[in-house]
């Protein structure tokens, strides 16, 4: 029987763009589906990925520079003009980043796009307590870096661009490091930012301190809501323990069970449980109050008033 040898695919010819087709452009830049004639001049200005590819001697360029090693680069020609081929690029995508430069409603006015940085950098900095417990200890990659490394050069952004519904977030972020980390990464702010930041630091030590404190003088008192599950209530002889290595804990480590397992002494678990809710109470007030901690000229009274700014400018 005779068989019919597949057919081969016939190669998908990208197309001119309908938008990003200047006709005084000076480079034509290929994907797999669209071609763009734009200019190399703005792009580069844009984007340090096309400065650094311009650069390089035969790309971009219409003819290759004779004796050299990287000739091998030299970009092809369409119509008399330079293209570059971005290979592994999608159409789609290149058209989104080009629009951010050419299109005439951001060309100038970049609005646009500031809003969608700050509404990514905000899904990436909680605002609410359930948000923070979410994301503490979580350190997966975020803009191509370690979570840990993105906090000192997004505050340091975020103060000079002065957008200041992303800096209690950012803040908190950066008093939660190691001192030395905090030392090490400080060269990328400001003096008086780094002032606010220490002094913010040192403040939510203090809040921690509060916390134990106001339960330290309630514990004797306290009515577990007969949960005790012994004669002589627990929380009579109870007391908190290892205070010190508590105030140095971050926000996340201070969750209701992990104080009564670490920082609490034994006690039943029907008390225990008590204690939980009353430690975690205590943590719900303080966070609510967390932005008036990082006292900057932007400085918010709390969460609520800061939401609704940041609503403001993503509907403006």
């Known amino acids: 029987m005779d068989v019919d040898p597949p057919r081969e695919e016939t190669p998908k010819v990208p197309k001119r763009h309908d938008f990003l087709w200047f006709p005084d452009g000076n480079v034509v830049l290929a994907t797999d589906a669209s071609l763009f004639k734009v200019h190399k001049s703005l792009l580069a200005v844009h984007s340090s990925v096309f400065r650094d590819m311009f650069e390089l001697p035969n790309v971009g360029h219409a003819g290759v520079v004779p004796g050299r090693d990287d000739a091998g680069l030299a970009s092809e020609a369409y119509e008399g003009?330079?293209?570059?081929?971005?290979?592994?690029?999608k159409g789609e995508d290149v058209a989104h980043l080009l629009r951010a430069v050419f299109e005439p409603n951001t060309k100038y006015d970049f609005n646009t796009v500031r809003k969608n940085v700050i509404l990514h950098?905000?899904?990436?900095?909680p605002k609410t307590l359930r948000e923070y417990d979410a994301l503490y200890g979580y350190n997966s990659p975020m803009f191509g870096k370690r979570r840990t490394e993105c906090h000192f050069p997004l505050l340091a952004a975020a103060v000079t661009a002065e957008v200041d519904v992303l800096l209690p977030s950012l803040f908190l972020a950066c008093s939660e490091l190691d001192i030395n980390e905090i030392i090490r990464q400080s060269q990328s702010i400001t003096?008086?930012?780094?002032?606010?930041l220490i002094d913010g630091r040192e403040r939510l030590a203090y809040v921690k301190v509060e916390i134990v404190d106001t339960l330290s003088q309630q514990l004797r008192t306290m009515d577990a809501n007969g949960e005790c599950q012994n004669e002589v209530p627990c929380l009579q002889d109870a007391c908190f323990?290892?205070?010190?290595d508590f105030v140095i804990s971050s926000l996340g480590d201070i969750v209701g069970e992990q104080v009564v397992r670490y920082y609490l002494s034994p006690v039943c678990k029907g008390c225990g449980s008590f204690m939980a809710r009353m430690v975690d109470?205590?943590?719900?007030?303080?966070?609510?109050?967390?932005?008036?901690?990082f006292d900057s000229e932007f400085a918010f009274t709390d969460w609520k008033e800061l939401k609704a700014k940041l609503k403001a400018i993503l509907e403006s």
């Open 241 to 244: 323990i290892d205070i010190q």
């Open 191 to 196: 003096l008086e930012t780094l002032r606010i």
């Open 121 to 125: 950098i905000s899904r990436n900095y």
């Open 81 to 89: 003009v330079p293209m570059v081929t971005l290979v592994g690029d």
């Open 281 to 293: 109470e205590e943590r719900k007030g303080k966070w609510d109050d967390m932005p008036s901690h």
